[in-house]
């Protein structure tokens, strides 16, 4: 053989020597926190964000790229968690509330990571069909539990064993905090003449109150993911897994969760991989819907045919454009609402217009839920008090249209619908509804 074939092929052997590590790049882990019932104000990494001790959570933000448009189309845990793990929206799934069932058996992330050689496990709250799912010990399931208790070591071992059999792995964390009965956590953290009541809220002692029980829960949710960073830290295993934190949907107090206002329907999302994706802040439109394309295209997957679409060009920064609306929908005892959501502006439908299963089945006056005890002061406050009355309006009285302006009204105290101004503004968005 020549000396310069010889030379050529050396070289050529040793580029594809260097080369195999890339072409053979591990698959990334993926790690999934989702909370219950926790508004996307409840955080101290938000703009706006009310008063709290998040400093976990606030660490990951800081770390990871942060959404500030990312909505759930329904604020109830079964439809917020069925369009997480498939991926799907109502009119495709079926699943408008808590009480219904999906037309029919549909995959979700078990399957399709599974079919790309994952691990994928769940500790905590199901609310979903969960068989496809590895059962993780160590969260409590029942989010109306007096005492929920929760520990690492079945997610460690779920980690370990993974990585023994040389597979990635997926894991969600589901926590149950913070869902009512609100029973866990310091509130004394939280004195109570120091909470900041969001401006749609009536101030009363039970409002109060009801806040304070509630950022307690937050902050044990808080020490999970914390203890979630680090189990990842724990095994080396950070630099290659994307981190997920979801706080669901929004707190069971009015105009929460059981609505479509952003109070109810607005999350936070935020995402880590490092050296992967940049910290950074983004205003892009997204749903709980694009999280299983999202995984599956991170994967080195086929993009599934859902509702759903992959956030990978949002988080590489590429763009800041992902959807052009989120689209909301809250139904349940024959009312509903509709709702379509931009970077600027809201449209609400409400085709009906008393809410007669918020106050009949909700608020009902013998419920012993604190949420209950909290209408229950508004209202005895609103006797005296218009401004009281006014607020209770909101929630229980709608005009046929409602339009905010989110991006200076994020309270969506100021309807615009009957404004001159905006009624092109309704028109366009009513038709794309």
């Not at 092929?9 to 926790?38: G, H, R």
Request: charged residues 20%; aromatic residues 10%.
């Amino acid at each position: 053989m020549k000396p310069t074939l010889r030379r050529l092929l050396a070289s050529v052997a040793l580029a594809a020597l260097f080369a195999a590590p890339v072409l053979a790049e591990e698959k990334p882990n993926f790690v999934i926190v989702i909370a219950d019932d926790v508004s996307w104000s409840s955080f101290g990494c938000v703009d706006g964000g009310l008063y709290t001790r998040t400093p976990n959570i606030d660490k990951l933000a800081r770390q990871g790229l942060r959404f500030t448009n990312f909505m759930c189309s329904v604020a109830q845990c079964g439809p917020s968690r069925h369009e997480i793990y498939t991926g799907l929206l109502p009119p495709t799934s079926g699943v408008y509330s808590n009480g219904s069932k999906p037309r029919k058996k549909y995959k979700n992330i078990a399957n399709y990571l599974g079919e790309l050689g994952y691990m994928v496990g769940l500790t905590g709250k199901t609310h979903f069909d969960v068989s496809a799912f590895h059962k993780i010990p160590g969260f409590e399931s029942n989010g109306n539990h007096m005492a929920p208790t929760w520990e690492m070591s079945g997610v460690k071992r779920f980690m370990e064993d993974s990585k023994a059999q040389d597979k990635p792995f997926c894991a969600v964390i589901a926590s149950v905090n913070a869902h009512h009965p609100w029973t866990v956590g310091d509130p004394s953290h939280f004195p109570l003449d120091q909470i900041v009541v969001p401006p749609h809220m009536v101030d009363t002692p039970a409002t109060r109150e009801a806040l304070a029980i509630h950022a307690a829960e937050v902050e044990v949710l808080d020490n999970q993911v914390g203890a979630t960073m680090k189990l990842l830290d724990d095994l080396k295993l950070a630099d290659n897994t994307v981190l997920i934190f979801l706080s669901e949907q929004g707190t069971a107090l009015p105009n929460g969760k059981w609505s479509v206002y952003d109070y109810g329907t607005r999350a936070l999302c935020l995402m880590r991989w490092p050296g992967k994706i940049k910290p950074a802040v983004t205003d892009a439109v997204a749903m709980y819907c694009d999280i299983s394309s999202t995984l599956v295209d991170i994967a080195g997957g086929e993009a599934p045919a859902t509702d759903g679409k992959s956030l990978l060009p949002v988080l590489k920064g590429e763009t800041s454009h992902h959807r052009d609306h989120a689209y909301l929908v809250h139904q349940a005892g024959g009312y509903t609402q509709r709702a379509i959501r931009n970077k600027e502006f809201k449209l609400v439908w409400n085709p009906e217009r008393e809410v007669d299963y918020y106050l009949d089945v909700l608020m009902k006056p013998t419920s012993g839920k604190f949420f209950a005890k909290v209408w229950r002061e508004w209202l005895k406050k609103a006797q005296t008090d218009p401004a009281a009355q006014a607020k209770i309006d909101r929630v229980v009285k709608h005009p046929e249209f409602e339009l905010y302006d989110i991006k200076n009204d994020p309270w969506e105290l100021n309807n615009l619908a009957d404004n001159p101004e905006y009624t092109q503004k309704l028109r366009e968005m009513h038709a794309q509804l």
